[in-house]
């Protein structure tokens, strides 16, 4: 009998139907398919064009397409194994029949990362985590945030406490996603003052030498002392730090103070008088 949706008789047009198993979809346009000769004239049998593409979903893979038929002896000459069929292949069909396509999916393991936490001593450079996954080819993010939950525009590079979370993606896996945690310490600043006496004269006593050690190669800080002592006793020789350009955050100030220190004057002991001689 004719066809009578398009007026081709059914023994000259084959069925082909696309359909995807369970983890993915694809894009085959299912329908009849006239089969014709090279001349253009209808034929019960010859070979037509297939083509679709199979996408997986996230956690699955991508595995094969099955090929069956209601032609029972029917079956594809090579097995396809790539997601997309090619454009240019051809089957051989009988008018009639119908001939369906399934991409076949598996399901994928399990993406995974490990990232170890990072604590440093502040050194003026960035220090990132350094996050491996169990897929080679998998795309990896870091964001960085801070203690307030403020994003970081680049890697952490001053002293705080930043979280780092890494997500991880490739190509028919769930996305994975770990939290890592960076710990920048403050840098030591050791300043050292000068210490002094001297016996009371009514002036102040001071000493200006001051040392700074620990400062980040690049970056310039200085102090001055500030201790003086003028009566009698001791106090501790302090200085002022003038940071500049530097966040004082990112050092922890120890201080090694030098002492001043100022005695009494001697007085000599008075000597008896002497008796008058005759």
Known sequence: PADTSDGIPDKYQAKVVYTAGEGGSQNGKSGYVTIKDAGGQYRTTGTVNIAAKAVPDDGYYFDKWTAVSTKTDWKLDNDITTAEIPADMTINVEGGETYTFTARFAENGTLTIN??????????????????TNVPDAEIT??????????????????????ATIIAKADGYKNAEYTAQV????????????????????TPLTNSTVAVDGAVTGENITAAATGS???VGSSENGFTI??????????EVVSRLGTLTVTAASTSEPTDPTEPTN
């Open 183 to 202: 710990i920048i310490n403050s840098k030591p600043l050791i300043v050292t003052t000068g210490s002094g006496s001297k016996v009371y004269d009514g």
């Open 242 to 251: 003038e940071w500049g350009s530097v966040k004082p955050d990112n050092y």
């Open 142 to 163: 870091v964001i960085y945030t801070d203690a307030d939950g403020n994003v970081l525009t680049g890697e952490p590079v001053d002293a705080g406490t930043y979280q």
């Open 229 to 231: 002592q003028t009566v």
């Open 115 to 132: 990232a170890g936490d990072v604590s440093v001593t502040y050194d003026g450079t960035a220090h990132p985590v350094d996050p491996e």
